[in-house]
């Protein structure tokens, strides 16, 4: 074989690998989501075979076991769904990365799931069903059940389109539709069903006033004033405090309720003596990490992005000491009527119960949370580490806002209406200098009205998207639920 015919056939040899390479590739890229559906399979698996070996062969013990399943599922979708709203705009930000975000989200979920998680959970979720319209233990298992799986399937449906959903009113929804299904239109408590359609509007609206509040507060003192690093080193130490006082006071709430019965003013004087010592902590903190930096924003993104991926762990570690609770009630309900032969209002969550939420909502994070956490954090406006702070704050503060006026939020509204509310007012306040600097120009150089309402910067499909999930969330649920109750029925004979 000549030297011309060897060389062409390794540059023949080159271009089939390389084919090949591409090839397998694709095929990975392609298998990828099937890995996520694999490993998912196998958690659910093992959750019912852990539940099997706990309940043993006791009455209904079948019923637990696929309860428990249906609870892993659950569990895996809060954290594909629910979670990105606490890592979302850390990531969005780039504060932390999506690998970070993920393991700080599954630690302190965790942590908050099983530590501050609640001791006793609302069955009936808050009164949405009487409970003696469900005393037949068998009907209220079915329900439970039915309540569980549509809940899952409705927050599956919602990560797969990109929408951040709240896994509560999923729940809610769930329990309303089997409820229904069950016992008839009687049975729901429509002034409760009120309320939570009521905090639809309301969990937003206050998230976003109080994020654009803080962000105005940022701009007005730090941002548009003469030396802006002598000015945060002022009020940055303040804003960590506000920060530490909410998030303590919520912790008092959630997490002390186990050795005492702490009120919102109780909760809220252990929040200001706790902000206080970490606001007089963060002014040496400060100090120093600005030395030598210019005077301009940039330099301003540095000081807030410590703060800020604190305040992504807290809201974590909150989020998994309310949130998991209530989308595991449902399991612990079944448990507690299968023990028991009966139903109740409110019931103990079995260690074992939790530990399925707390993992499930680890393992739903891993496989599929980064999906949701892009678009909360990348999709919806640009954020960078002092805007990502705002949505953070405004989030722990509106938690204690609604505590104390009794007003039934969400965690995932409030946080993703945040997102919403920096960035609707970065357009408002846009459009004002624009509309001041148009002043000053001579007219050939103005910049015409049409092309200044074009840039936009909140993403319309976006907020439709969003928006229109929530609205359906409950009756989507609620129709989802009952279908399952009838054919669970069926089955169960």
């Known amino acids: 074989m000549s030297d011309q015919d060897s060389s062409y056939s390794w540059q023949t040899l080159d271009r089939d690998l ?3 390479s591409r090839l397998e590739a694709a095929t990975m890229y392609a298998a ?3 890995i996520g559906v694999g490993l998912s399979l196998l958690f659910v698996t093992v959750a019912a075979l852990a539940a099997g070996l706990i309940v043993g062969q006791a009455p209904g013990a079948l019923f637990v076991i696929v309860a428990a399943a249906f609870g892993a599922y659950m569990a895996l979708n809060i954290g594909a769904n629910d979670v990105a709203n606490n890592m979302g705009p850390a990531v969005g930000a780039r504060a932390l990365s999506m690998a970070g975000a993920i393991a700080i989200a599954a630690v302190c979920e965790s942590a908050g799931a099983l530590l501050a998680g609640g001791d006793v959970v609302d069955t009936i979720s808050k009164g949405i069903v009487a409970p003696e319209s469900l005393a037949d233990a068998r009907i209220f298992v079915t329900a439970m059940m039915a309540a569980l799986l549509s809940a899952a399937l409705w927050v599956n449906l919602a990560t797969f389109i990109g929408a951040p959903v ?7 929804g769930g329990v309303m539709g089997a409820g229904i299904a069950a016992a008839g239109i009687g049975a729901v408590s429509w002034a409760t069903m009120g309320a939570i359609a009521a905090s639809w509007v309301i969990s937003p609206a206050l998230g976003g006033v109080i994020a654009a509040a803080v962000l105005a507060f940022i701009k007005w003192k730090v941002i548009y004033v003469e030396d802006k690093i002598a000015a945060a080193r002022t009020w940055v130490p303040v804003l960590i405090g506000v920060m530490a006082a909410a998030f303590a006071s919520y912790l008092a709430l959630k997490g002390l309720s186990r050795v005492a019965s702490i009120d919102i003013a109780t909760a809220l004087a252990i929040g200001a003596a706790i ?4 606001a007089a902590a963060a002014v040496p903190l400060v100090r120093r990490q600005s030395r030598g930096l210019e005077n301009r924003n940039r330099s301003l993104k540095i000081l807030f992005r410590v703060p800020l991926v604190i305040s992504a762990a807290l809201l974590s570690f909150a989020h ?4 998991v609770a209530n989308a595991v009630g449902p399991l612990a309900a079944i448990v507690y009527a299968q023990e028991t032969g009966g139903a109740a209002a409110e019931v103990a969550i079995p260690i074992w119960v939790m530990l399925i939420g707390a993992v499930g909502i680890s393992v739903g994070l891993m496989l599929f949370g980064p999906k949701l956490v892009d678009m909360v ?4 406006t640009k954020l960078n580490p002092m805007r990502a702070y705002c949505v953070a704050l405004s989030a722990a503060v509106t938690v204690i806002a609604a505590s104390w006026l009794g007003l039934p939020v969400s965690s995932t509204h409030i946080a993703v209406g945040g997102v919403f509310g920096v960035g609707f007012f970065r357009e408002w306040h846009a459009e004002r200098r624009a509309r001041m600097i148009q002043k000053a120009r001579p007219p050939a150089q103005r910049v015409p009205s ?3 309402r ?3 910067l909140v993403r319309r499909s976006h907020f439709l998207t969003i928006a229109a999930a929530w609205i359906v969330t409950v009756p989507a649920a609620a129709i989802l639920s009952a279908l399952c109750y009838v054919v669970l029925s069926l089955v169960s004979g």
């Open 18 to 20: 390389n084919r090949l």
């Open 32 to 34: 990828r989501p099937l």
């Open 166 to 172: 709240s896994t509560t009113h999923s729940v809610v």
């Open 275 to 278: 902000g206080a010592l970490c």
């Open 320 to 323: 998994g000491a309310n949130d």
């Open 377 to 380: 954090g990348g999709q919806i």
């Open 450 to 452: 049409e092309e200044r």
């Open 454 to 456: 074009r840039r936009k």
